[in-house]
């Protein structure tokens, strides 16, 4: 590890960090801003930690209600959460002609990932 400075790309505060040695310089510098930033106690940071977490979360969770059955819904998932996130999409729904309905939405706490099977019989003359 190599110890440098490197500034909160938010507030400018300059902090020391830890980097990996042997990398690119443009890759080192910006690991030391995303150190720098993740070890910042501004507003901008803190907001940045905290979208960075609940997206690693939906991530997870994508991964785990969707991937294995409904590949396709994962991916389009994963393109959204942070148009979610944000603010941008309210809700995104996806319903499967089999009936299935999952949806991605943005929760109090972060960003809800669910899938439901709905046993819909429907007859018609």
Not at 29 to 38: I, V
Not at 63 to 71: F, Y
């Amino acid at each position: 590890m190599k110890t440098m400075t490197a500034e909160c790309p938010y507030c400018g505060q300059i902090r020391t960090v830890m980097v990996p040695e042997g990398l690119d310089p443009d890759v080192e510098l910006f690991e030391a801003q995303r150190e720098a930033m993740a070890t910042c106690n501004c507003m901008q940071g803190e907001a940045a930690r905290v979208k960075d977490t609940v997206l690693s979360m939906a991530d997870q969770h994508i991964e785990d209600v969707l991937r294995s059955e409904h590949p396709d819904a994962a991916d389009l998932f994963q393109q959204a959460k942070t148009l979610v996130f944000d603010g941008k999409i309210k809700k995104l729904t996806i319903r499967e002609g089999s009936g299935g309905k999952a949806e991605l939405k943005r929760t109090k706490d972060g960003i809800s990932v669910s899938y439901e099977k709905t046993n819909k019989t429907e007859l018609s003359t």
